[in-house]
């Protein structure tokens, strides 16, 4: 990337719609100011990582830099301006974002894909872009050395400036914040809820009743009692009954933790606080090797099975040894099927199992994968196109089948339950025909729906952007909130 350039940037659409600001922002009224432009989608794990690279340049030169987000969006669910808005709150996305309509900006600027970030110098020249993750420390001089450079010519000026945030105007009305994921106990009354927004476990019952509270509900990677323990918008989880352990994927924190509810405590199981690019196929130390988002977990035996969504991995670890290694997926992003450690994934985001093959949502192929289990275990495709830009919702069998964005599965039943995210709406399939039909959703019903479980004939569903958990009886499809309620989360 150059510093020096003589080609204009191109302007901002000032009738697009704008949020996290009052008012639209025009590159011309912020010369004198380093402007970096983020495209992103809220779908893309890649993108997500990038804002924390932002949250760090937007403190070290909030005096001379403007961050803008440009939302051009994968999926059709993403270009409601709503539902953007949910992910600025879920995401915690603190500077002004253009809902970038049609790709026009993206086309203007010849963005090829996400995320990318662009640089416009204090005269409004396009200085340069990078396309991927993992540059921060390249933005982070190219920012310094302009600034150097202007403030020598004297052609920047110094100033904070504030934006009207969308977290300014929300009103906390729910005792939950986008929950991820949910487990329903089977050998007892517990619910457990991961309340990501709110950075923490909640344990209920079956009634709504609030048993407890696990973390702090500050950001953090902190072990402890569950008074002390800090997390990071924590997902999906798997329970050991008999040992009374709670596993969570903890994805932001690039860990596995471990609740020990005999003690009350809370430990780091896996991963190292860092985010890695790929896991190995040879086995590592749990503790001392970086894992990239694992985003839900399942157990069997003695063996935790875990989806990486930043990687595009499945990776299990031996609760014996811990150690932990790949067991399906060569880290690229694709939907390749065979043998497992040639297949390719596509951020998997959701992990069940029938006992005989592990069901992955493989949520940017908006289809179903299956991971046979034992000695040379294979990948198949069971529902969807298995294509990455291939999503939409309609019912059939197999590669007929067309899903948006769906980030939870769960079998029961002797069927495979699917969250279909995007679409909002819950979906059954056969795991055998992979024949695939709508049980019940729509916008009314459920706003991205994420995550499920069930108990004998109850579907609990976590409504994402509802801020709820829904009960369905599967006997007469009747759909009714969990009203939860104690003191505990006032």
Not at 36 to 49: A, M, S
Not at 208 to 237: H, R
């Amino acid at each position: 990337m150059t510093l020096i350039s003589s080609i204009h940037a191109p302007e901002l659409p000032q009738n697009y719609p704008w949020l996290n600001t009052d008012h639209p922002l025009s590159l011309a009224q912020l010369k004198g100011r380093v402007v970096l432009l983020d495209f992103w989608t809220y779908c893309c794990i890649n993108c997500l990582h990038i804002l924390h690279d932002l949250k760090y340049l937007e403190q070290k030169y909030q005096r001379y830099l403007t961050v803008i987000g440009i939302h051009s969006a994968k999926f059709d669910q993403e270009q409601e301006v709503e539902n953007i808005r949910q992910a600025i709150l879920r995401y915690d996305v603190e500077h002004p974002v253009l809902v970038d309509q049609n790709f026009q900006v993206w086309q203007q600027y010849t963005v090829r894909g996400w995320p990318t970030l662009v640089v416009i110098d204090p005269k409004g020249y396009y200085v340069g872009s990078i396309a991927g993750e993992g540059n921060l420390g390249i933005i982070d001089e190219i920012i310094g050395n302009l600034i150097q450079q202007h403030q020598a010519s004297q052609t920047i000026h110094s100033k904070t400036l504030k934006f009207t945030l969308e977290k300014y105007k929300y009103k906390k009305i729910k005792p939950l914040l986008f929950p991820g994921k949910i487990l329903a106990d089977q050998h007892s009354n517990r619910l457990f809820i991961a309340d990501s927004g709110h950075h923490r476990l909640v344990v209920a019952n079956a009634q709504g009743k609030i048993l407890k509270k696990i973390g702090t509900g500050e950001i953090g990677l902190k072990d402890g009692t569950f008074n002390q323990a800090q997390f990071s918008a924590p997902q999906g989880m798997t329970f050991d009954a008999k040992q009374q352990i709670l596993y969570v994927a903890d994805p932001e924190n690039h860990t596995l933790r471990a609740i020990d509810f005999h003690q009350e405590i809370v430990t780091t199981l896996a991963g190292t606080g860092q985010q890695s690019d790929l896991l190995l196929t040879h086995p590592q130390n749990a503790l001392n090797t970086a894992l990239n988002s694992p985003w839900d977990v399942e157990k069997v035996g003695n063996k935790l099975f875990f989806v990486l969504a930043g990687s595009h991995q499945i990776g299990v670890l031996n609760l014996k040894t811990q150690l932990f290694q790949v067991y399906a997926g060569r880290g690229a992003e694709s939907c390749v099927d065979g043998n497992a450690l040639e297949a390719a994934f596509a951020q998997p985001s959701g992990i069940t199992t029938n006992g005989i093959e592990l069901f992955i949502a493989d949520s940017e192929t908006s289809c179903i994968r299956a991971v046979s289990l034992g000695k040379n275990p294979q990948v198949r495709t069971v529902c969807g196109s298995g294509e990455l830009f291939k999503f939409g919702d309609r019912d059939g069998q197999s590669f007929e089948v067309r899903l948006q964005h769906c980030l939870g599965v769960e079998y029961g039943n002797h069927s495979l339950w699917i969250a279909d995210t995007y679409n909002h709406k819950i979906k059954q399939v056969d795991v055998k025909t992979g024949v695939c039909q709508t049980i019940m959703g729509n916008t009314e019903m459920f706003a991205e729906p994420s995550g499920l479980s069930i108990k004998e004939s109850i579907l609990y569903i976590a409504d994402t952007n509802h801020h709820e958990i829904k009960q369905v009886d599967l006997n007469n499809l009747t759909v009714k909130t969990l009203l939860l309620y104690d003191t505990l989360l006032e």
